[in-house]
Each structure stands twice: as structure tokens, then as C-alpha cells.
């Protein structure tokens, strides 16, 4: 009794100390062959859902698509409707809600079917979802369609994607992530431009059905191409014993999430808001959706350079690097933007600095927790990043409650939260390394 009850406080004292621990060794992957086909996989992937996350792309053509169809809706169909704005800004919030909260319950699906019988499902769901949407007559039909079954479709694609890729890189895995998260940039550049003129004349019903089969044909890519490096063995182990909660008491990951959480909640209302705002400034749709195309284009370019500066200089310093930069592009330019060109000069700026996170999410959580914790942290991570979503209802109610110049809320809402989000980066990087120029 008393060599039991000895050893337990040695033991507790142990699980606590390894929370502290610095960030651990990780596997060697092989930096190339057949992982570039898994990265044209997971690139097909981010061209259709989320992101990347969370971020986000997690979000990026999701973004850019409900901000352009939400602005056209706005106008047309629900004119007459004060609150429509609103009400439809909470379609692409269940969409995100739906894409990281479903994230663990993918992640158990995956241990206990395999990797492509959730992609399939994941790849039906999103096609499925787009297709009803063309039928839309009211709000909450959208709620239905394009928020909750695509939004649970893209997790089951999303999700699985950004754990398998990072096996197969080691070195090069910031590049690699880079080019699977730019993805989304390359969606979000085109999406607009096929939007705005299928609105136009075809209508909105037609719109969603093109844009369904284009996800069909990337996701069936991702299902041929998508696999992992050691196939693991199916687990018939119940929820809780396949996702390892415990990752959550390692201090220096659960302050990434923390920082990552703080700064998504900036990220989504100028992808959100920025066609409507242009709108207001009484440019045409023409121009709000190239701002949106342009900000793509650059969030494409954004995260490659994330990529390479991760590896070069460290995946923490990358990421605090470019949230700063997304930072000083809301408060010194977004803020003083009232006409096409200041507002485009914003779109090049926080479209370069915000995807950062998209890129550095698997590789950071990687070198925090390790390659065998990496599925369950990075499930872990999307789900709480879940919450950031409601940044653009809780800004719109800002909004909506001062009387001050119209989307000034919107604009310093965005950036008091990159800012918040870049301090405790720079507070976990001293955490691991007190060196200012060490490559963490």
C-alpha cells in the first residue's frame, strides 16, 4: 500500500511536467514522390471547403463565395428585409461552425472506417448540399443546405486532409502546407468572377448547381489522390479513447489556440462585409467582387510565402510575422478606405498577411505536439476555432448598436483582434525560446 500511494504523486507530477515540455522531436517523412499527389489531393480540397483553417479555408472560396451570393441576396431577393444582412451572415457562420465542430467526430469516423469512405461521404454531402441550395426560397433553406450539410461535408474532407499531409513532409512540410492551403486562394480568385455573372444571368438557382459539380470534380480528385503514409489499422474503441483529450494540457498548444481563436475572430468579417461595404461606397458588383478576387489572389501568394518563411525562419516566427502585417493593414489602411483604390491597396495587404494561419496550423500543432498527437490536436484545434466564426455576428451587432460612421465597427473589430491574436503569439514564442532571433 504504501509503494502505491508513493508513486502516485510522482506520477501526477510527470503527466503535469510534460504539459511544459518544449516543442517535441517529430517523425521523418520523405519530402516528396507520392506525397506531391497527396498535395494536389489536399489542394483540390481547400479550392472547395473550409480552411484553415482553421483556418479557416478554411476557409477562403467558402468566404469569398457566401460574401459575394450574401451581397446578391442582400439586394434582390431579400431587399425588402432590414435585418437580411444579418440573417444571412449566419449561413456562412453555420457553414464554419459545422466545418471545425465537426471536426473530432470526422477524426473518430476515420479511425473507425478509414480515410476514403468519410471523403466519399464528405465529397456526396458537398455536391448534395450546393445542389439544394439552388432550390432556396427563404433564408433558413440556406441555413440548412449550404450551412449545416456543407459545412459537414467540408469537415469530412477538410479535416482529414490537413492531418494526412503533414506525414509526408518533414523539411519541406511549411512549403508543402503552403501549397495545399493557397488552395483556397486560387478558389476564391475565380469563384467571384463565376458568380457575379451566373447571378446575373442565370440567377441564383443555376449558380449553385455549376458550383456543385465543380466541387464534385475537384473532391473526386482529393478521394483518388488522398492517402495516408502508414495506413492505420481500424479501431473499434469508443469516442473518447480514439481522440486524445490530454493534448489540451500541453500550456504551449493550448496558447496557440488561445492566439488562433483571438485572431480568426478579425479574419472572416472583411471577407464577409468588404463587397458589401464597397456597395455602400457606391461601387458596382463588378468592383466589390474583384476587391474579394484580388484579396484571393494575394491570400494565395500569402501563404506560399508562409510556407517558405516557416521553414527558413521557424513556423511560430512565420505566423507572428504575418499577423502583424494583417494588423497594420486594419487599423492604417482599412480604416481610411473610402474609395476603390484604398480599398483595393487593403485587399492586396490583409489578403497577403491573413492566411498565414491556414498554411501554419498542422505544422505548428506538429511541432508542439507531436506526429502521433497530430490527428487529435489539429481535431482539437478545429473545433475551438469554431467559436471565432461568430466574429462577424457579434460585429454586425456592434454594428448595428453605435451610431458612428457606417463599417467603422467592422473595420476596428477586425483589427483589436489580429492585434490581441499577434501578442500572444509572441508570448508563446518567448515561452519556448527567450531568444528573439531563435528559429521557433
Given at each position: 500500500?504504501?509503494?502505491?500511494?508513493?508513486?502516485?504523486?510522482?506520477?501526477?507530477?510527470?503527466?503535469k511536467?510534460s504539459?511544459?515540455?518544449?516543442?517535441?522531436?517529430?517523425?521523418?517523412?520523405?519530402?516528396?514522390?507520392?506525397?506531391?499527389?497527396?498535395?494536389?489531393?489536399?489542394?483540390?480540397?481547400?479550392?472547395?471547403?473550409?480552411?484553415?483553417?482553421?483556418?479557416?479555408?478554411?476557409?477562403?472560396?467558402?468566404?469569398?463565395?457566401?460574401?459575394?451570393?450574401?451581397?446578391?441576396?442582400?439586394?434582390?431577393?431579400?431587399?425588402?428585409?432590414?435585418?437580411?444582412?444579418?440573417?444571412?451572415?449566419?449561413?456562412?457562420?453555420?457553414?464554419?461552425?459545422?466545418?471545425?465542430?465537426?471536426?473530432p467526430?470526422?477524426?473518430?469516423?476515420?479511425?473507425?472506417?478509414?480515410?476514403?469512405?468519410?471523403m466519399?461521404?464528405?465529397?456526396?454531402?458537398?455536391?448534395?448540399?450546393?445542389?439544394?441550395?439552388?432550390?432556396?426560397?427563404?433564408?433558413?433553406?440556406?441555413?440548412?443546405?449550404?450551412?449545416?450539410?456543407?459545412?459537414?461535408?467540408?469537415?469530412?474532407?477538410?479535416?482529414?486532409?490537413?492531418?494526412?499531409?503533414?506525414?509526408?513532409?518533414?523539411?519541406?512540410?511549411?512549403?508543402?502546407?503552403?501549397?495545399?492551403?493557397?488552395?483556397?486562394?486560387i478558389?476564391?480568385?475565380?469563384?467571384?468572377?463565376?458568380?457575379t455573372?451566373?447571378?446575373?444571368?442565370?440567377?441564383?438557382?443555376?449558380?449553385?448547381?455549376?458550383?456543385?459539380?465543380?466541387?464534385?470534380?475537384?473532391?473526386?480528385?482529393?478521394?483518388?489522390?488522398?492517402?495516408?503514409?502508414?495506413?492505420?489499422?481500424?479501431?473499434?474503441?469508443?469516442?473518447?479513447?480514439?481522440?486524445?483529450?490530454?493534448?489540451?494540457?500541453?500550456?504551449?498548444?493550448?496558447?496557440?489556440?488561445?492566439?488562433?481563436?483571438?485572431?480568426?475572430?478579425g479574419?472572416?468579417?472583411?471577407?464577409?462585409?468588404?463587397?458589401?461595404?464597397?456597395?455602400?461606397?457606391?461601387?458596382?458588383?463588378?468592383?466589390?467582387?474583384?476587391?474579394?478576387?484580388?484579396?484571393?489572389?494575394?491570400?494565395?501568394?500569402?501563404?506560399?510565402?508562409a510556407g517558405?518563411?516557416?521553414?527558413?525562419?521557424?513556423?511560430?516566427n512565420?505566423?507572428?510575422?504575418?499577423?502583424?502585417?494583417?494588423?497594420?493593414?486594419?487599423?492604417?489602411?482599412?480604416?481610411?478606405?473610402?474609395?476603390?483604390?484604398?480599398?483595393?491597396?487593403?485587399?492586396?495587404?490583409?489578403?497577403?498577411?491573413?492566411?498565414?494561419?491556414?498554411?501554419?496550423?498542422?505544422?505548428?500543432?506538429?511541432?508542439?505536439?507531436?506526429?502521433?498527437?497530430?490527428?487529435?490536436g489539429?481535431?482539437?484545434?478545429?473545433?475551438?476555432?469554431?467559436?471565432?466564426?461568430?466574429g462577424?455576428?457579434?460585429?454586425s451587432?456592434?454594428?448595428?448598436?453605435?451610431?458612428?460612421?457606417?463599417?467603422?465597427?467592422?473595420?476596428?473589430?477586425?483589427?483589436?483582434?489580429?492585434?490581441?491574436?499577434?501578442?500572444?503569439?509572441?508570448?508563446?514564442?518567448?515561452?519556448?525560446?527567450?531568444?528573439?532571433?531563435?528559429?521557433?
Amino acid at each position: 500500500m504504501s509503494d502505491v500511494s508513493a508513486s502516485t504523486p510522482s506520477e501526477k507530477d510527470a503527466e503535469k511536467a510534460s504539459a511544459q515540455l518544449p516543442p517535441v522531436t517529430e517523425e521523418d517523412g520523405p519530402d516528396g514522390g507520392y506525397g506531391w499527389f497527396v498535395v494536389l489531393g489536399a489542394f483540390a480540397v481547400q479550392i472547395t471547403s473550409f480552411g484553415v483553417v482553421q483556418v479557416a479555408q478554411l476557409m477562403d472560396p467558402l468566404n469569398s463565395f457566401i460574401g459575394v451570393m450574401q451581397d446578391y441576396y442582400h439586394q434582390n431577393l431579400f431587399a425588402d428585409n432590414p435585418k437580411a444582412l444579418v440573417d444571412l451572415s449566419f449561413v456562412g457562420t453555420l457553414a464554419l461552425v459545422f466545418i471545425n465542430g465537426s471536426s473530432p467526430v470526422v477524426q473518430y469516423f476515420v479511425a473507425r472506417f478509414g480515410l476514403r469512405p468519410v471523403m466519399i461521404v464528405g465529397t456526396l454531402f458537398i455536391t448534395l448540399a450546393l445542389e439544394m441550395a439552388g432550390f432556396a426560397s427563404q433564408i433558413w433553406h440556406l441555413y440548412i443546405t449550404q450551412g449545416i450539410l456543407f459545412g459537414v461535408g467540408a469537415s469530412c474532407m477538410y479535416g482529414t486532409v490537413m492531418s494526412v499531409t503533414p506525414q509526408w513532409f518533414t523539411k519541406h512540410r511549411g512549403v508543402a502546407l503552403g501549397i495545399v492551403a493557397s488552395g483556397s486562394g486560387i478558389g476564391g480568385l475565380v469563384v467571384p468572377f463565376i458568380v457575379t455573372p451566373l447571378n446575373s444571368s442565370l440567377g441564383p438557382g443555376w449558380t449553385y448547381r455549376i458550383l456543385g459539380f465543380i466541387c464534385l470534380f475537384c473532391d473526386i480528385i482529393a478521394c483518388i489522390c488522398v492517402k495516408e503514409r502508414v495506413v492505420r489499422k481500424k479501431e473499434k474503441k469508443p469516442f473518447f479513447k480514439i481522440i486524445d483529450f490530454g493534448v489540451l494540457r500541453n500550456a504551449n498548444f493550448l496558447l496557440f489556440i488561445i492566439a488562433s481563436d483571438i485572431s480568426l475572430l478579425g479574419y472572416f468579417v472583411p471577407f464577409f462585409f468588404l463587397p458589401a461595404y464597397a456597395t455602400y461606397l457606391g461601387l458596382s458588383d463588378a468592383q466589390g467582387s474583384s476587391l474579394i478576387a484580388v484579396c484571393s489572389a494575394m491570400n494565395f501568394v500569402g501563404r506560399l510565402a508562409a510556407g517558405v518563411l516557416a521553414d527558413r525562419a521557424g513556423r511560430i516566427n512565420s505566423n507572428i510575422t504575418f499577423t502583424l502585417l494583417t494588423t497594420i493593414s486594419c487599423f492604417f489602411i482599412w480604416t481610411f478606405a473610402f474609395d476603390y483604390n484604398s480599398l483595393m491597396g487593403f485587399a492586396v495587404v490583409f489578403g497577403f498577411g491573413c492566411g498565414s494561419y491556414v498554411t501554419l496550423m498542422s505544422p505548428i500543432s506538429a511541432s508542439l505536439l507531436g506526429m502521433e498527437k497530430l490527428a487529435s490536436g489539429l481535431s482539437l484545434l478545429m473545433f475551438l476555432n469554431m467559436f471565432p466564426v461568430f466574429g462577424t455576428n457579434i460585429s454586425s451587432a456592434i454594428e448595428a448598436g453605435v451610431s458612428s460612421q457606417p463599417f467603422l465597427s467592422y473595420k476596428l473589430f477586425s483589427g483589436v483582434a489580429w492585434l490581441l491574436g499577434t501578442l500572444l503569439l509572441v508570448i508563446l514564442k518567448i515561452k519556448i525560446n527567450r531568444n528573439p532571433f531563435a528559429k521557433v
